[in-house]
């Protein structure tokens, strides 16, 4: 197993785009040793967290994200809500050599490291590391642009099949995403800075979610020796029969434990 495997492109809506890189996560004898995963989105999504659930908000934050038109799903990682549509990118990356001992603050900062270069690259952002005051999803590893708005964060699932670090760029933040991150926020019951939200676009509006997708397929290729390929038919087919019931959030760990691929 000494494979790398790059794919970009969308695989479906919100459920199958977050049901993937957990079937992913899971499978066994993968043959590769990593896959890096990059895409635009193509629904309008509001990735809760496990520790979101805890909340006694939930409810009401799932019924704020279902008026608002997207779509509630449990990711896998950890972290705290965030919502995105197709002004964003994602970056799905798994290490199939990853145990619990290499997890933590070293992987987080050396994707923040690697991340904030490219975000630099691509024109005038002031791309910073570090946390902003009342930001969303709160992290030490978040990306800021002058020390005030937050416009990537990450989060990390480490299993006995190795780890899954997913990051989520803004680029175009629409006012829905911004509205159904301040209102849903606001249901959990965490702190809100209303003007810590922000995409690329913001300081830099020439540049697109699409461009920003190819600059970062392009600097995981280079940086990790990477080989272009494709999805797995068979997880991409099983990922796509996962479907929300339309009323409570989808919970990607349960769908997976319950239909798990075959070896």
């Given at each position: 197993m000494?494979?790398?495997?790059?794919?970009?492109?969308s695989t479906?809506?919100?459920?199958?785009?977050l049901?993937?890189?957990a079937?992913l996560?899971?499978?066994p004898?993968?043959?590769?040793s990593?896959?890096?995963?990059?895409?635009?989105?193509q629904?309008?999504?509001?990735?809760?967290?496990g520790?979101?659930?805890?909340?006694?908000?939930?409810?009401?934050a799932?019924?704020l994200?279902l008026?608002?038109?997207?779509?509630?799903?449990?990711?896998s990682?950890?972290?705290?809500?965030?919502?995105y549509?197709?002004?964003?990118?994602?970056?799905?990356?798994?290490?199939?050599t990853?145990?619990?001992?290499?997890?933590?603050?070293?992987?987080?900062?050396?994707?923040?490291?690697?991340?904030?270069?490219?975000?630099r690259?691509?024109?005038?952002v002031d791309?910073?590391?570090?946390?902003?005051?009342?930001?969303y999803?709160?992290?030490?590893?978040?990306?800021?642009?002058e020390?005030d708005?937050?416009?990537?964060?990450?989060?990390?699932?480490?299993?006995?099949?190795?780890?899954?670090?997913?990051?989520?760029?803004?680029?175009?933040?629409?006012?829905r995403?911004?509205?159904?991150?301040?209102?849903?926020?606001?249901?959990?019951?965490?702190?809100?800075?209303?003007?810590?939200?922000?995409?690329?676009?913001?300081?830099?509006?020439?540049?697109?979610?699409?461009e920003?997708?190819?600059?970062?397929?392009?600097?995981?290729?280079?940086?990790?020796d990477?080989?272009?390929?494709?999805?797995?038919?068979?997880?991409?087919?099983?990922?796509?029969?996962?479907t929300?019931?339309?009323?409570?959030?989808?919970?990607?760990?349960?769908?997976?434990?319950?239909?798990?691929?075959?070896?």
């Open positions: 000494t494979s790398r495997l790059l794919v970009s492109g479906g809506g919100a459920v199958t785009e049901v993937i890189p079937l996560l899971r499978t004898n993968a043959a590769w990593q896959l890096v995963h990059i895409y635009v989105p629904s309008p999504t509001v990735a809760f967290s520790r979101d659930l805890r909340s006694p908000g939930i409810t009401k799932t019924e994200a008026e608002a038109g997207f779509e509630p799903v449990v990711r990682p950890g972290g705290r809500m965030v919502a549509d197709s002004g964003a990118v994602v970056i799905d990356h798994l290490d199939a990853t145990d619990i001992r290499q997890a933590g603050r070293s992987t987080f900062a050396a994707n923040a490291d690697s991340h904030v270069r490219v975000l690259e691509l024109g005038d791309a910073r590391i570090g946390e902003v005051d009342g930001e999803c709160p992290g030490e590893f978040s990306i800021n642009v020390g708005t937050k416009v990537v964060g990450s989060a990390q699932r480490v299993t006995a099949t190795g780890s899954l670090f997913s990051t989520v760029v803004q680029v175009a933040v629409s006012d995403v911004r509205a159904v991150i301040t209102d849903v926020s606001e249901a959990l019951g965490y702190d809100l800075r209303q003007s810590s939200i922000a995409g690329l676009a913001d300081y830099a509006p020439a540049l697109t979610a699409d920003v997708a190819a600059a970062f397929v392009t600097d995981y290729r280079d940086r990790l990477m080989t272009d390929g494709q999805l797995p038919a068979e997880i991409v087919a099983h990922a796509s029969t996962a929300p019931d339309g009323t409570s959030p989808f919970h990607v760990d349960d769908w997976t434990r319950a239909h798990p691929v075959l070896a």
